[in-house]
């Protein structure tokens, strides 16, 4: 899948690769491969710049530690990103059901 | 891994990054040290499976394979993070609104502290024991005039400063992503700012040119040396503010 059909939906997969917990940005990269089967390959290095724009936004929370001998910058959701993920959890059902019902062959008419 | 030629292509790769991130040191060194540990786990994982593949056995007991296996590894990963310049043209609006906000920021706290300065001078000047105002003040024409345009210099900068402030924190989280916006509104306020400056030194030059003798010399003097260095640097943030926005372009 290109990168551009993720446009303007990397924010709420980002938020759900947190959900279970925190996590660094390499292992947020590698819930997201495994949980679209691999759908989703995106330029790895992108998404650090989305990171930091939902941390600016007050969605994650960020920080420092020790991981594995390494340092890493592992990030947790906040309230409020849970609140967003809630929100564009309800907005994609919406959206992925309006789409579905357009683009599905509609069934048959029956006639005798 | 820390060194070696996997380690190396890393740093490299790094360098190449860092060289195009349009940010402060500090910033920058967190940006890439953020992406170093992701990319040295990402060189990990990409040991983990060639050593857990088929061929594990015959590259694990080969030294010179080895160092090329590191590289390659390092290679891969740096392939799958992405163009160098990609990934510094995707931090872009992150680091232009860090910018719009640090300029805004600096404004709000600078302003006040300089116009504390200018009221020390006018007291000290005794212009406050004047009763008109300054547009009626007798013989300070055209100068006193200054302080239409003053007051509307303040109240440009104060309201676009604070806007910015606003929209480059948490309420990005509602605003539609409009990168260029913050830059734009971070260079009004510092020409604001400047131009507040300017019309400062203009009052300052109609009292000196009607009463000379009524000026505290050293508190106008600290005033004027405060607005100065204001004026200049509110300036230049002001235009590498549009700078950032033009680069912006494409977004």
Redo the contacts between chains.
Sequence with gaps: MRPEALKGHLDGMLLAALEPGPRHGYAIMEALRAGSSGQFDLPTGTIYPALRRLERAGLVAGTWSEVGGRRRRVYELTPAGRHMLDTERGSWRQFSAAVTAMLEPAPLPVTS | MTGGPGGQLVEDYLAE?GARLPAPARERAG?L???R??L???VD?YRDARLSGPDAADEAHAAAAADDAAAADAAAAIE????PG??AA??G??LA?GQARRVALTLLVTGPLVGLLWATAATASHMGSRQAPPWQWVGALPGSLMVFPLAAAIAIAVWTALFTVAA???A??WLPDRPRLAPGTAAVAGFGAAGADVALFVLLASELAVAPGRLAAVPAAAAALASAIRLFLAGRAACRCLTTRAALAGH
Excluded: C, K, Y
Aim: hydrophobic residues 50%.
């Design positions: 990054v940006i040290a953020e992406l540990s992701g040295l786990d990402a994982a799958e993070f992405g163009d990609l990934i995707a931090f609006p992150g609104l480059t924190g948490r990005t989280r």
